[in-house]
């Protein structure tokens, strides 16, 4: 059973960085797809980024592109999230998540929060003078 351990959530300026970390443990990712979502008070689960456990293709929601990468370690069975330039919208509970590649069929990824079987638990970044 695949577990997952989020971390490196809190309070940050505007402006400032800080750096998700999900730790994976009771089975290896490399053959999983890595999403991180987050969750706004009042809001739905979106998909901020998602990485390909097959050929390493990245998604990045408009919202945050050029500002959050993603990535993955293999040999640490790690994956992280840096967040640049935090704004008071990135407010929520951020998530990460992996899905067996193989139940993907034929896509890099899935954007869709239903298609992960495996989940974090969760950590707030909260954005605020």
């Known amino acids: 059973q695949l577990q997952l351990v989020e971390s490196g959530g809190g309070l940050v300026q505007p402006g400032g960085s800080l750096r998700l970390s999900c730790a994976a443990s009771?089975?290896?990712?490399?053959?999983?797809?890595l999403g991180w979502f987050r969750q706004a008070p009042g809001k739905g689960r979106e998909a901020v980024s998602c990485i390909s456990g097959s050929d390493g293709t990245t998604y990045y929601a408009n919202s945050v592109k050029g500002r959050f990468t993603a990535s993955r370690d293999n040999a640490k069975n790690t994956v992280y999230l840096q967040m640049n330039s935090l704004r008071p919208e990135d407010t929520a509970v951020y998530y990460c998540?992996?899905?067996?590649?193989?139940?993907?069929?034929?896509?890099?990824?899935?954007?869709?929060?239903?298609?992960?079987?495996?989940w974090g638990q969760g950590t707030q970044v909260t954005v605020s003078s």
């Open positions: 009771g089975s290896t990712l490399d053959d999983y797809a």
């Open positions: 998540a992996a899905v067996n590649q193989a139940y993907l069929g034929g896509t890099a990824y899935d954007i869709e929060p239903e298609k992960y079987d495996y």
